[in-house]
């Protein structure tokens, strides 16, 4: 059972930068893919980009594309989303999910972190 743990949201000015750190355990060597969604007060969970576990390509939803970025630490079992020029419309609670089927729904979802981007 992989468990997922979110960090490193917060308040900051718009134009700030802010990593968020997502932390496998509990067999997260069995991950195919790895992704980073969110969801602002009153609106639908949305997909911000993903991960592939083992070769680390990324793709991103296109309003983040040229903003954000995803990276993981294959050895330590870690997922990051740096976020620059970040927009008052960035502001939501971010969460981390895991599938380890390929293609496969995400079956494993952090508690999720605040990020709040004021103007």
């Known amino acids: 059972q992989v468990q997922l743990v979110e960090s490193g949201g917060g308040l900051v000015q718009a134009g700030d930068s802010l990593r968020l750190s997502c932390a496998a355990s509990?067999?997260?060597?069995?991950?195919?893919?790895m992704a980073w969604f969110r969801q602002a007060p009153g609106k639908e969970r949305e997909f911000v980009g993903g991960i592939i576990w083992g070769d680390g390509r990324a793709d991103y939803e296109e309003s983040v594309k040229a903003r954000f970025t995803i990276s993981r630490d294959y050895h330590k079992n870690a997922m990051y989303l740096q976020m620059n020029s970040l927009k008052p419309e960035d502001t939501a609670v971010y969460y981390c999910?895991?599938?380890?089927?390929?293609?496969?729904?995400?079956?494993?979802w952090g508690q999720g972190t605040q990020v709040t981007v004021s103007s």
């Open positions: 999910a895991g599938t380890v089927v390929a293609g496969g729904p995400y079956d494993y």
């Open positions: 509990g067999g997260a060597f069995n991950l195919w893919r």
